[in-house]
């Protein structure tokens, strides 16, 4: 799946390449032919122009001879009309037939031969007309007779169709290519429709089986998710499964640990009173004056010395064990225990701890302060007020005997975590003890202060059962801040434990 | 306690010999010179109780970690009995469970009393219970 992605992205955007280059050839060609096209069709024109305006000249020059042959026949000046104005119009004929082969480059000194010969015609046309003008009819009649006009005139026939068949030629195959120029245009039309429409059908057929690869993929992917939840749901249970064991194995042990210990306590005690009635009597034995001096010696040190010794220290290791398995009972009990999620304001929760602890602040000299003002989450009422009631007792409890204590707690949220600080500037904790600290039984620095290393380790199962967890900066030497990290609304951590009763 | 047969017997069932021997030995050291019966688990003492040839008023101590079966079982046993469904229940066991408690409580335990730790508080808890003892009217039928 992951490399046919790529694979599939490279050829939709190879076909987009090609089809935006078909298209710009196409543009390009259709540019360049229809150019061509125009250009030969515009060519094409000017020289039927020139043409026409040669087989013009020739015409004028035909109708002013016809006109000066009329008038010298019958001596009716009204014959004379077309005359008059043919040579102009000759001229100007030739003029933009001249102008016309210019425009296409070509030879134009034909029409110069023409346009001298014409020119020759009229001159003799005027001469013989302005002749018979004169009276000198004859005279003008014998110059028709000489014939040079009739030269001339054929001349001029054969010099204008020699120059009609040469355009003629041109046009023809000027259209020609005009023809094959507007073929080629459309044949690229048609080529380039084709490749259009087959490139888009290819781009369609691709898109489609990236589509289907698409959604085969989304499935694949919904199939591994559903997988995946399976394993975690499945992890999440055996991890819980192993929780519920070491709490139930704590309950018991720490249970079934006080079964003996009550005995070992009672019965010391029993002993005591046994012993507080014998011990008169073996002292009142030994003073006798029939007593062996060294076993009344031994008798009295045992019962002086030894015997309460040890029954001082059956009693404080008993009550110490008593504590230790209070500990564990405690805190397997906290694992379990049921949250009950509240809105909660953190700044007076953390008001009324500091109330709580006091006397112990008090007694220690310390101040406490809350910068600015904690937030507010959603919480469970109690585990967060044993959490800071812990945290404040440890900060008042381990503070520098060098400086005025101080304290200090604040507080600041994410979108999905609130993060409180509580800073001492008390002894702090060595890195090495770091993590340490937070473990049952566990302490740091000098053990000069009362305590069973339970109240920490208490604080992280408090902090974990919430869905955070606590940490501890320090440079071991200038007070430690501690960071309690929680969700907004444990009400989301809650509901995303899993329960028995969903899983199995 | 003129009557021998019409005195109350205190039947007590622990597994722990220690646990037992201690409790008896305070409730002697309160002044209660009853009967008291002792059974190391749960079957013994039923059997004892549900099947007694000349049924008398008892009062029953309890330590819920039997071997053999649960103590609120045993109590559920006792307490739908009717020779023995009006005998006073004592719970005494080291476990101070809040469910634990209330269950005893729900299966008609009369007192439940955690055994402390502390031989003192220990001592002095049997001492009341031994005074509890002699005060009470069992309830004879």
Known sequence: MKRAEPSLTNLNAALAAAGVAVLLALAYGAHVFSEKTESLAKDVARLAVAEVRISGVYTQVLEAESSQRGYLLVNDPNYLDPFRAARARGEENLAIAVQKLGQLNIDAQGLDALREIVSKKYDELEKTVALAQAGQRDAAIDIVRANHGRELMSRIRERTNAELDRLATMRKQWIVELQDSADKMSVADVLGSVAVFLLAALAVAQQFRH?????????????????????????????????????????????????????????????????????????????????????????????RDDIPEALKFIRSSTSRMDALIAGILKLSRLGGLALQPQAIDLDQLARDCIATVAHRL??????????????????????????????????AKYLSDARVGRIVLRGRQTAAQTIVEVEDNGRGVDLKDQSRIFELFRRAGAQDRPGDGIGLAHVRTLARRMGGDIAVRSDGRSGSIFTVTLPNDLRTFLNHEPREDRNV | MSDRN?????????????????????????????????????????????????????????????????????????????????????????????????????????VYIVKPLNYDSFANAIRQLGLFLSVIQVPID
């Open chain 2, 6 to 110: 019409r005195a109350v017997s205190i039947v007590m069932i622990e597994d722990d010999e220690g646990h037992a021997r201690l409790i008896e030995k305070n409730i002697r050291r309160a002044g209660v010179a009853n009967d008291i019966v002792t059974f190391g688990n749960g079957s013994q003492a039923l059997d004892y109780l549900l099947n007694a040839r000349l049924p008398r008023p008892y009062l029953i101590l309890l330590d819920l970690n039997l071997p053999d079966m649960t103590g609120a079982d045993l109590l559920s046993a006792i307490k739908s009995n009717d020779n023995t469904r009006r005998a006073p229940v004592i719970v005494l066991t080291t476990t101070d469970d809040k469910h634990e408690v209330e269950k005893c409580y729900d299966l008609g335990a009369n």
């Open chain 1, 211 to 303: 589509s289907r690869a698409l959604a085969s993929a989304q499935q694949n992917l919904a199939a591994a998710n559903d997988a995946l939840e399976h394993r975690v749901a499945a992890r999440t249970r055996d991890l819980k499964r192993a929780n519920e064991e070491i709490q139930r194995y704590a309950y018991i042990v720490s249970h079934d640990l006080r079964a003996p210990l009550v005995n070992i306590i009672g019965f010391a005690r029993e002993l005591e009173t046994a012993f507080a009635t014998v011990k008169p009597l073996v002292e009142t034995a030994c003073d006798e004056p029939g007593a062996e001096k060294a076993l009344a010696e031994k008798a009295l040190a045992a019962v």
């Open chain 1, 362 to 395: 008090n007694g220690a000299g310390a101040q406490v302060e809350i910068e600015g003002r904690l937030p507010s989450l959603v919480g469970d009422r109690d585990a967060l007020s044993q959490v800071f009631a812990n945290l404040l007792d440890n900060a």
